[in-house]
């Protein structure tokens, strides 16, 4: 399966407790995006990623929440001292030359 | 202020009843309009780019139409298996990067 791939599927945690979740995008796709999803909303845009580079950010992204994408490859989300605010489903997306952007499965948190 | 309006929320069909789904949408200069279905627990899956009024795009029993203000999702004698979420989103033309704005989707159930 050449799609894209995130790992954990599901999480559940403590609130206050850190989680990272990874997204591995289409091989030759160079821009990723991370959303998150509630239940009963589409998803928010919270992140971009040209290569290594994070070129945009929502204010979605509060201080807590970094994103990285080390060798323009796989990318990570780290929620720190997570709340329960944060349950929510976080979807990464990849894009190639054309304008349509691929989801991978999602990853589900909870935060009790 | 929503970008993306959505109706209905939920709409019910019996298989081979067609109908259409509405998607609105407030940007001026719009790069870009995106149908996504999205399956309960799964990430979302592209299915039509549309990017000028008067243009089509045909899928199986889908077709999508885009005017100036808004874009339809045709569903022609739905099949049980059509039931899911159908979302749509904008590249609006501040978002360079690709940035997507969604709306909340539209809940289809087409029971047998």
């Known amino acids: 399966d050449t799609g894209v791939s995130q790992d954990p599927r599901h999480k559940i945690t403590k609130r206050g407790q850190n989680v990272t979740f990874r997204c591995d995008p289409i091989s030759e796709h160079n821009r990723l995006y991370w959303y998150r999803q509630t239940l009963g909303q589409g998803p928010e845009f919270l992140t971009y990623?040209?290569?290594?580079?994070?070129?945009?950010k929502s204010r979605l992204l509060s201080d807590r929440f970094s994103a990285e994408r080390p060798k323009g490859s796989f990318s990570t989300l780290e929620i720190q001292r997570t709340e329960q605010g944060d349950s929510a489903m976080y979807l990464c997306?990849?894009?190639?030359?054309?304008?349509?952007?691929?989801f991978g499965p999602g990853t589900r948190l909870t935060v009790l | 202020e929503d970008q993306v309006t959505q109706s209905p929320e939920a709409l019910r069909l019996q298989e081979g009843e067609s109908s259409s789904l509405n998607c609105s949408y407030t940007?001026?200069?719009?790069?870009?309009l995106f149908w996504y279905r999205q399956d309960p627990g799964k990430g979302p899956e592209f299915l039509f780019t549309?990017?000028?009024a008067g243009e089509e795009k045909e899928k199986e029993r889908l077709k999508a139409t885009l005017t100036k203000k808004e874009s339809f999702l045709h569903i022609t004698a739905p099949k049980p298996e059509d039931s899911a979420t159908y979302l749509c989103a904008v590249q609006a033309p501040s978002s360079t990067l690709g940035r997507l704005y969604f709306g909340r989707g539209t809940q289809l159930t087409v029971w047998p």
């Open positions: 990623f040209q290569n290594e580079a994070q070129l945009e």
């Open positions: 997306a990849s894009r190639g030359l054309e304008d349509e952007q691929f």
């Open positions: 940007v001026s200069g719009l790069r870009g």
């Open positions: 549309l990017y000028s």
